[in-house]
């Protein structure tokens, strides 16, 4: 799967880049009894580098501001997954993929978005290649926050998260509730379930788009603040939840940097222009202009658009997802940045392809549980066994530029 930067051609998309896809992540699959019949087992490809990779699931609370999605939570919640390099993970279990709630919530909404098959597949069985609670590899390492896309979970990011985390880095997955298509907290709050679920309905207007942006971007910066808390010391857990040994002092503040798909391509970059802690991004198909008005006149640049960037910027695009918000955007970004942003394109690829998908939908169709159609507009038609090594290639090889381990 080669990477170029040549104009691409205009193609039919599925979505919005910044719109309410909701997926889930896998990849080998194998048969196992689930619910009473035969169904498929998911499993994720195994990561590349070579450390053994721990995950810690933290609930952090933000009691400075109410949930900007849902007025009637008085605090903003999120939920964030630490992967980091392990140190041992013997007697550790396998970290889920998904909690039990938040894949009993998939089946019944997530599965119908992008023509998921609603039968035949045990969701909450997928298999990852972290350890719950291992301890961490001595060492201070670079930090990496990723931002999922519109209405995705977490979740889907989990393949590359593994994978940057086996290679030497903290990677910190978040959760933006409200706008994630499901997201199961650990203790209950009156105003909301204990699985909550995204408030998009397709696409997001121009209101809600600015919404779900800002929200995301103060999210990321909240996340920091904590990680600060976590490098000191102290627990950030919101239950107060012990954390695993040396995961501490894993932690490099210095060098942090930030990734996101789509929706979080887009709250990633301006993040970067808005704080000074933030030293590189990476935006996997975000936009960096604002919807079209309701006459169809183009949206506002960003101002990381409008401005340019003086810190490293990668934008990674498909050939399978493109129109003209891409064309208009991200040259902006690029003639004012003076070289330090760059662009790069996947060919024979679709949106998806950035998030664990692209291993799980060509699965999925070999075990006749997914049209080829369906696959294509998802991913696209490259073999996973190429459109997942050039992926993780290009946001490590990134990330080893400018934030050395």
């Known amino acids: 799967m080669p990477y170029t930067s040549r104009a691409v051609r205009r193609r039919s998309v599925i979505a919005s880049a910044a719109g309410a896809g909701l997926l889930l ?3 080998a699959a194998v048969p196992a009894r689930a619910a009473g019949r035969r169904a498929l087992v998911l499993g994720l490809p195994a990561p590349t580098g070579p450390h053994r990779v721990g995950a810690t699931v933290l609930y952090l609370v933000d009691r400075s501001r109410p949930d900007p999605l849902t007025p009637a939570i008085p605090v903003r919640e999120l939920m964030v997954t630490v992967f980091h390099p392990a140190e041992t993970v013997r007697g550790r279990p396998r970290a889920p993929h998904m909690t039990p709630g938040a894949a009993a919530l998939f089946r019944e909404i997530d599965v119908r978005v992008h023509h998921l098959p609603a039968a035949g597949v045990d969701w909450a069985a997928t298999r990852t290649h972290a350890y719950a609670g291992a301890p961490a590899l001595p060492g201070r390492r670079p930090v990496l926050l990723y931002s999922p896309g519109g209405g995705d979970p977490r979740t889907l990011g989990t393949g590359l998260a593994e994978d940057l985390a086996s290679h030497g880095y903290v990677v910190v997955a978040v959760d933006h509730p409200g706008d994630a298509g499901e997201v199961e907290f650990p203790a209950d709050l009156p105003g909301r379930e204990r699985v909550r679920t995204t408030v ?5 207007g121009p209101e809600l788009f600015d919404v779900l942006v800002d929200t995301r971007i103060a999210d990321l910066r909240f996340v920091l603040d904590q990680l600060a808390v976590l490098a000191a010391g102290r627990s950030p857990d919101a239950l107060g939840r012990p954390l695993p040994r040396g995961l501490a002092a894993a932690l490099d503040l210095r060098r942090v940097g930030v990734y996101g798909h789509s929706l979080g391509g ?9 704080d000074r802690r933030i ?17 169809g006149r183009p949206g506002e640049l960003f101002p990381v658009a ?3 960037t003086d810190r ?5 695009g498909t050939d399978g997802f493109h129109d003209e918000r891409f064309e208009r955007s991200w040259p ?4 004012r940045s003076g070289g330090r942003a760059r662009r790069r394109r996947l060919d024979g690829a679709g949106h998806w392809v950035f998030t664990d998908y692209a291993a799980l939908a060509p699965r999925l169709q070999a075990a006749g549980l997914m049209p080829a159609r369906d696959r294509d507009a998802l991913v696209g038609p490259a073999r996973p066994e190429r ?3 050039a992926v993780r290639r290009l946001v490590r090889s990134f990330f080893a530029r400018h934030l050395p381990g």
């Open 312 to 316: 490293p910027l990668l934008l990674a």
């Open 266 to 274: 887009t709250a990633v970059t301006e993040a970067m222009r808005r």
């Open 279 to 295: 030293r590189a991004a990476v935006n996997l198909e975000g936009y960096l202009d604002h919807p079209p008005a309701a006459d």
């Open 306 to 308: 409008r401005e340019g």
């Open 332 to 335: 902006a970004v690029l003639a």
């Open 25 to 27: 992540a896998g990849g």
């Open 200 to 204: 998009l309905t397709g696409p997001p």
């Open 387 to 389: 459109s997942v090594p």
